[in-house]
């Protein structure tokens, strides 16, 4: 009898496992579902909808678009961490899918509920003054920063990207900046525009067209290299600022528990369709610079930016709103 149990309990493991290969042969086979938890219009989901459209065409499926936006991206985090793990749930997720947890008191999910799939893309973060300010460069808005009561900067929310350049530059520069939120950083933009504040940083995809219609001026960038769209906008490190570096990155992650050659499978297609002419010729144009990459070298970067911005997060005694 106890032989028979064994026999028995190896059967089903075994049949467990080839049905789950059978299902990861098979799939996709209806539409597959990208969460942006953010809002309809902004970097992310502009992105999301982009790749979401090329990567269909890899995998024979549609993938359709979902916004759920909430508690700095928590809302729609939550949602795909706790969906089933069958390959038709992923999420499309900013920075803050890793910074939550540094500024946030309690999360609703786990950190490893949520698996890296592929990084998507990265608009680089753009710092801009109004277009008649006095200041011109990066060094001229540390300086002036330094002076007098300083500068007041914009941002979308505690733990923003915008916040995180502003908190770089008051960690690494000494500049005096008054951090003021907003609801968005399109809502932080207009006031740099309005002149209710001195500066902000924003992706380059919400600020180009301001800076390209005169209404805003671009003092640097804050990527690694510069943006293709605007090639004389010198970096923040070669105006001397090394550790202002942060992009607005948009990735794909999956529910844990979704069956490895899905995750694969999933990353060749967005690997193919970051480097399809159209897709290139759809985002760079716009700031936005196709990312790519396996698994590994995401979750790489991922652990990369926990251990440079966490330091940072705490420095500021970064609360959420």
Do not use: C
């Not at 941002?155 to 008054?178: I, W």
Request: aromatic content about 6%; overall charge positive.
């Amino acid at each position: 009898m106890k032989h028979t149990f064994s026999r028995l309990a190896v059967a089903l493991a075994l049949g467990t496992a080839a049905l789950s290969a059978v299902a990861a042969d098979a799939w996709p086979s209806k539409p597959i579902r990208f969460v942006v938890p953010f809002g309809p219009g902004g970097a992310n989901d502009l992105v999301a909808r982009a790749v979401a459209e090329a990567a269909s065409k890899q995998l024979g499926q549609p993938i359709i678009v979902e916004n759920k936006p909430g508690a700095g991206s928590v809302l729609g985090a939550d949602l795909v961490a706790k969906a089933s793990p069958d390959g038709y749930t992923f999420l499309a997720p900013a920075g803050g899918v890793i910074t939550n947890a540094m500024i946030k008191a309690k999360m609703p999910y786990r950190e490893e509920d949520l698996v890296p799939v592929a990084m998507m893309a990265v608009s680089p973060s753009v710092i801009v003054v109004s277009a008649d300010s006095p200041i011109k460069d990066l060094k001229g808005l540390v300086a002036a920063a330094k002076t007098g009561h300083g500068l007041n900067f914009s941002t979308a929310g505690t733990g923003s990207t915008p916040h995180f350049v502003a908190e770089m530059l008051k960690l690494k520069s000494g500049a005096k900046l008054e951090v003021v939120p907003y609801k968005s950083g399109s809502e932080g933009m207009v006031a740099v525009i309005g002149k209710q504040v001195d500066a902000t940083s924003e992706a380059s995809v919400v600020v180009l067209p301001q800076i390209k219609g005169g209404k805003l001026r671009a003092i640097a960038s804050t990527w690694n290299r510069r943006i293709a769209a605007l090639p004389d906008l010198p970096t923040a490190e070669e105006q001397g600022y090394p550790n202002v570096f942060i992009g607005h990155w948009s990735g794909v992650f999956a529910p844990r528990g979704t069956p490895e050659d899905i995750l694969e499978k999933m990353n060749g297609a967005i690997n193919a369709a970051l480097k399809s002419p159209e897709l290139r010729a759809r985002l760079i144009p716009q700031g936005i610079d196709p990312a790519g990459g396996s698994r590994a070298d995401f979750n790489k970067f991922l652990v990369g930016e926990k251990a440079r911005l966490g330091p940072i997060a705490k420095a500021a005694n970064m609360k959420e709103d």
